[in-house]
């Protein structure tokens, strides 16, 4: 699979993009992951790539000029399946977009600053606008690295245990029950019996009526449909 994310802060992926598995997931080839700078596809003197709102108004847009340079250029080179706007008006993110996602083969994903981006962008480029909370971040940056964090990690053979990516919370609506480790007492505080009596079924028992409870408990929202 192949990223392409467009940004005026390519250093801020740095980080993210450099460590664990998304690390390991690129040098494997699993994914391809490309930063574009918006700001290369200025034409002024200055690489400016916003200004002030028709209309009126506090903040400033971005232009359609270098946006549209960028994705043109990208388009002429291979189909992308989606071209994704990240912002707090998108779609809701959850583990059904991010699955459908991990299916692509290209990818675009446009992260927005200030205002945002003049509109006819999101008219004529855009296929998917998505959000990943009802907050505000100063960028999209941070948002489209969740994205990508959260679908590199569902490609066949990114994650050494195939079947934990299926077993994670949301993945059936349910969050996941608790997990222990050795040792099986500290401080006094013990892991529940079952899980060291060595006898399966009861233990996949037990971690199913721990899900519904802890979904029933803490994200009643999740059982609703
Ligand atoms: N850009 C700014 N805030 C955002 C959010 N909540 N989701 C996606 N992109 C954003």
Wanted: a negative charge.
């Amino acid at each position: 699979m192949r990223i392409d994310i467009l940004t005026l802060f390519p250093g801020m992926f740095q980080g993210p993009f450099s460590e664990s598995i998304i690390k390991r997931a690129s040098e494997q080839k699993q994914v391809e992951l490309f930063l574009h700078d918006i700001r290369d596809f200025s034409t002024d003197k200055h690489r400016r790539v916003d200004d002030y709102p028709f209309g009126g108004g506090a903040g400033m847009v971005m232009q359609i000029e270098p946006i549209s340079r960028l994705i043109e250029k990208l388009k002429s080179e291979r189909h992308y399946d989606e071209i994704i706007y990240m912002t707090p008006d998108g779609q809701r993110l959850e583990q059904g977009i991010v699955n459908t996602l991990s299916l692509n083969n290209n990818i675009m994903i446009l992260c927005g600053h200030y205002k945002g981006v003049d509109h006819r962008v999101r008219d004529h480029y855009i296929t998917m606008e998505i959000s990943v909370g009802d907050y505000v971040l100063t960028g999209g940056e941070l948002a489209a690295a969740v994205v990508v964090d959260a679908v590199v990690r569902l490609i066949p053979g990114v994650i050494s245990d195939e079947t934990s990516a299926l077993t994670d919370s949301f993945q059936d609506n349910l969050l996941a029950p608790p997990v222990y480790t050795r040792p099986a007492v500290f401080n006094g505080w013990k892991v529940p019996d079952v899980l060291l009596s060595g006898h399966q079924a009861k233990i996949d028992q037990w971690r199913e009526s721990q899900a519904m409870e802890r979904t029933q408990r803490l994200r009643p929202d999740l059982l609703d449909d």
